[in-house]
């Protein structure tokens, strides 16, 4: 059974620093992409960073240069190391597979038989 579980959220200054953490269960990284996503206060969700099998790691074009995601594949542990974080990035962060790559960026994707995998989403909360 695919099993995500979030920590590491909350309260930071702008300009300040968080890491996220994802422990994985019931996959390996070497199966499916992996992705963090966040869901801000009334807005629709979004894809903040993909890191695919292959070892390429992906971002939205607002995070890149402060955001790093990362895997440790002997913890089967993925984190989101953001720096520099700005109020407007307020949001519930989730961790989720699989991040489906198109050109130009990523987004989710839902299995083949439908199944998605999402972790409790863990809460950011960058005061002006």
């Known amino acids: 059974e695919v099993q995500l579980q979030a920590s590491g959220g909350g309260l930071v200054q702008a300009g300040g620093s968080l890491r996220l953490s994802c422990a994985a269960s019931?996959?390996?990284?070497?199966?499916?992409?992996i992705g963090w996503f966040r869901q801000a206060p009334g807005k629709e969700r979004e894809g903040v960073s993909c890191s695919s099998p292959d070892g390429s790691t992906y971002y939205a074009d607002s995070v890149k240069g402060r955001f790093t995601i990362s895997n440790d594949n002997a913890k089967n542990t993925v984190y989101l190391q953001m720096n520099n974080l700005k109020p407007e990035e307020t949001a519930v962060y989730y961790c989720a597979t699989r991040c489906l790559l198109y050109s130009g960026g990523f987004r989710y994707g839902k299995f083949r038989d439908g199944s998605e995998y999402w972790g409790k989403g863990t809460l950011v909360t960058v005061s002006s």
């Open positions: 019931g996959f390996t990284f070497d199966d499916y992409a």
